[in-house]
């Protein structure tokens, strides 16, 4: 079957090429479920894989196959599963656990382990291929109908992650009722996170490099955020309109924001970076006012 690959690492090493077709007994004890592919979602992180930034090939091969956003259809099951059945949609979970303690209570996304495992992007083939094979418990199924849109649940659960963990680490306080919050990207893992925050009933601000009116910008307009462009306002001149940001969420991928954001960010907020920058950027700041 044919698979898009890349040798980690190595930029411009991106081809098609062919590879075995997966088999159930790949899997032992009779737990296999082999997934026909249907859609595979691409973002930054594939990009950044594409142009050897970061990217590590599984154990025994010399290539990676890319795509960590993938919906597929079960075709076959081994004689052991009975949580799912074919023709079911499922969405694969993109970390396998490893190790640490994390891993072993079920929070492979909080590893300390130095090497983890990422289908398509660390140590684990991807999707962007014709079928795969994995375990029952490593796949979640999707109901008929939002198989349309099932795609964006590994993108939706970096954001609710993000959010989640915001609302969690604020526990601290007793007390916390954000009111404003500023999303830095209007990508993909903008827009969902702009769609998380406003169903949370927060006044949102959205921050994109390009001027509107285009697609994204009048997407986010419609979910009743309000949209500027950098290039127009810049976050810092931003903030005394719209602000204090209770909660920001960086999803650019450009780093030295980070530190731009911190200066705008309210009192007992929280600055959720949601980005993976694999580049060596460095940026001079006023250190002194970090704290």
């Not at 691409?42 to 590590?56: M, N, P, Q, R, V």
């Not at 590893?111 to 992007?121: C, L, M, Q, R, S």
């Not at 849109?149 to 306080?173: C, M, Y």
Request: with cysteine; hydrophobic share 40%.
């Amino acid at each position: 079957m044919k698979a898009i690959t890349v040798i980690p690492r190595t930029p411009k090493s991106q081809t098609l090429r062919e590879v075995p077709e997966p088999t159930l007994d790949q899997i032992p004890d009779g737990r296999g479920v082999l997934v026909k592919i249907l859609r595979v979602g691409l973002d930054g992180t594939d990009k950044e894989i594409t142009a050897g930034e970061y990217g590590g090939a599984p154990p025994g091969s010399d290539f990676l196959i890319q795509g960590h956003e993938g919906l597929g259809v079960v075709e076959e099951v081994g004689a052991n599963v009975t949580e799912f059945a074919p023709a079911d949609h499922v969405v694969a979970i993109v970390r396998h656990p490893g190790s640490s303690i994390y891993d072993l209570i079920g929070m492979a996304d909080m590893t300390t382990d130095t090497d983890y495992h990422e289908h398509g992007i660390n140590l684990l083939h991807g999707f962007l291929t014709e079928r795969y094979v994995d375990r029952p418990e490593y796949l979640v199924k999707i109901p008929g109908g939002l198989a349309d849109v099932a795609v964006l649940l590994e993108p939706t659960s970096v954001i609710e992650k993000g959010i989640a963990q915001a609302f969690e680490i604020q526990r601290r306080l007793r007390v916390w009722k954000p009111q404003r919050a500023a999303v830095l990207g209007a990508g993909t893992i903008g827009l969902l996170a702009t769609l998380g925050l406003r169903l949370r009933g927060l006044d949102v601000t959205v921050f994109g490099l390009d001027a509107a009116r285009y697609l994204n910008s009048d997407l986010v307009q419609e979910i009743g955020a309000r949209y500027v462009s950098t290039k127009q306002q810049s976050l810092t001149d931003a903030a005394p309109d719209h602000g204090p940001f209770d909660l920001i969420f960086e999803c650019t991928g450009y780093s030295p924001l980070v530190f731009e954001a911190m200066q705008v960010l309210g009192k007992n907020g929280v600055l959720v970076l949601s980005s993976v920058t694999g580049g060596s950027r460095t940026v001079e700041g006023p250190a002194d006012a970090i704290n």
